[in-house]
C-alpha cells in the first residue's frame, strides 16, 4: 500500500521554525519527485517547493524562498521541509506529494495534478 505520512506541524510564533516530515512506503522512493504544498482557510491548494528524483534540484514558491528548504533522504524515504522566519500567513494544513513524471521545467511541477500520491496532511500554525 502506497502511503505518505506527514508530521512535525504545531504552534508557533512569528520569526519561529517547523521541520516537517513525510514518510514514505509503499514505493520505490528514489524514482519519485516529492513535493509540499499548503492549504490555507478557505483558499485553494498551493504549491510549497519540490525536490526531483535524479538531480536533486529544488524549487520554490517566491514566497518562501530563502526560509523554507525541502530535502530528500532516500535511506530514510523520508522528505523533510525545513522552514524559518515563518509568518502567519504562512499558517495552513501542509501536504506532501509524489510523482513519479518527469518535466523539463521545474515550474512544472507547482501543478497539483501532476502528482498521483498524498498525504494526509499536518497542521501548521503561526501566530502574531
Not at 513525510?22 to 483558499?43: D, E, H, I, V
Not at 535524479?54 to 535511506?75: C, Q
Not at 499558517?91 to 498524498?118: H, K, L, M, P
Amino acid at each position: 500500500q502506497v502511503q505518505l505520512v506527514e508530521s512535525g506541524g504545531g504552534l508557533v510564533q512569528a520569526g519561529g521554525s517547523l521541520r516537517l516530515s513525510c514518510a514514505a512506503s509503499g514505493l520505490t522512493f528514489t524514482t519519485y519527485n516529492m513535493g509540499w504544498f499548503r492549504q490555507a482557510p478557505g483558499k485553494e491548494r498551493e504549491f510549497v517547493a519540490v525536490v526531483r528524483s535524479g538531480t536533486r534540484n529544488s524549487y520554490y514558491t517566491d514566497s518562501v524562498k530563502g526560509r523554507f528548504t525541502i530535502s530528500k533522504d532516500n535511506a530514510k524515504n523520508t522528505v523533510y521541509l525545513r522552514m524559518n522566519r515563518l509568518e502567519p500567513e504562512d499558517t495552513a494544513v501542509y501536504y506532501c506529494a509524489a510523482t513519479q513524471r518527469e518535466y523539463y521545467f521545474d515550474s512544472a511541477y507547482a501543478d497539483s495534478n501532476r502528482y498521483a500520491v498524498w498525504g494526509q496532511g499536518t497542521q501548521v500554525t503561526v501566530s502574531a
